[in-house]
């Protein structure tokens, strides 16, 4: 069993920086793929970045190109979403999500390919 536990959201003005982490527990976590998706209230939760298992790939929403950064830690398990630039219309909670061995490239989108989430982290950028 896969648990993900992420943190680091909050209360940020816009134009300003948070970065996420979201912490995995067993053994797999250096063998797979990981991603980041967000919902807002009343959306669908959409994509917004993903990392190879070794992290040498990785893909972005078109929305956060640019100001978000994904990185990851296989040593402590940890996956990363730096967000730069913030904007209110980043406001959502943010879920990681265990992802596919293989890289998918621009399927990495497909919320179908992520086997675990997280609880989820709320972001709030205030204006």
């Known amino acids: 069993q896969v648990q993900l536990v992420e943190s680091g959201g909050g209360l940020v003005q816009a134009g300003g920086s948070l970065r996420l982490s979201c912490v995995h527990s067993?053994?797999?976590?250096?063998?797979?793929?990981m991603g980041w998706f967000r919902q807002a209230p009343g959306t669908e939760r959409e994509f917004v970045a993903a990392?190879?298992?070794?992290?040498?790939?990785?893909y972005y929403a078109d929305s956060v190109q640019g100001r978000f950064t994904i990185s990851r830690d296989n040593d402590k398990k940890t996956v990363y979403l730096q967000m730069n630039s913030l904007k209110p219309e980043d406001t959502a909670v943010y879920y990681c999500?265990?992802?596919?061995?293989?890289?998918?490239?621009?399927?990495?989108?497909?919320?179908?390919?992520?086997?675990?989430w997280g609880q989820g982290t709320q972001v709030t950028v205030s204006s």
């Open positions: 990392i190879s298992w070794g992290g040498a790939m990785t």
């Open positions: 999500a265990f992802g596919p061995r293989l890289w998918m490239g621009n399927r990495q989108k497909e919320k179908t390919l992520y086997d675990y």
């Open positions: 067993g053994r797999t976590f250096s063998l797979h793929g």
